[in-house]
């Protein structure tokens, strides 16, 4: 089941009496829940590739050969396949290069990403015969723009997030009551609850060539 902004918030205020409305506002809750999810999806990422992939599918020949094929926001790229016809012909491995390469990619089936665009090395008469690329990735994270939104990522991401927001209230607030509020603690169980959900999906993480956008 899916869990909520406003339920990661309240779960996170009940972890001690100053996690207040007044002194930390759902809007700060918010914009810091959001600013921490994108950190942790590209940290599952790192462990399962596989956890958030989909595919484009790209029809062959493109429209515009030199123009090549815009994509869609992506984190990862996992793989690709290209899909041929003909009688002896059978999906293969389609392989990105650095764009440093794009001239003597030294593979077959290959291309290359330069601002969010995809182009295919060689010539347009180089790929005859080619159907389509199945074109395998991690797409953007779209954020939770509302309380009652959920939260995209899997559910075992909940108390990581909650724990979250529990530090970063408790360095806000500093203290309570003239007592200094033990920032450490709450540090310390957001980092291990992280850390617990990363090796409960790291089980499923396999090997594989990456492409990773250069500002990421």
Known sequence: M??????????????????????????????????????LYYR?????SNLYSTVEEITLPLADFDAGHALPAFVY???????????????????????????????????YILEGT???????????????????????????????????LADGAKWPCVNHLAWQMARRQGSYEGVKINTAEFAADWKSAEEEWLIEIAQHSRGEATYVRAEW
């Open 2 to 39: 899916a869990f909520t902004v406003e339920e990661t918030i309240l779960e996170a205020r009940d972890q001690h009496p100053s996690f207040d409305p007044q002194r930390t506002p759902d809007g700060v809750c918010q914009r810091q829940l959001n600013r921490y999810l994108r950190q």
């Open 44 to 48: 599952a990422i790192e462990r399962d």
């Open 77 to 111: 790229y996992q793989g690709g396949t290209l899909n041929t016809t003909g009688t002896y012909r059978r999906p293969e491995p389609f392989n990105i290069v650095p764009w440093a390469n794009r001239f003597m990619p030294n593979v077959h089936s290959a291309g």
């Open 118 to 152: 995809l182009y295919l090395c060689g010539d347009a008469e180089d790929w005859t015969g080619a159907t389509s690329i199945d074109f395998y990735y991690a797409p953007e994270l779209t954020l939770p723009a509302a309380m009652a939104d959920p939260v995209p």
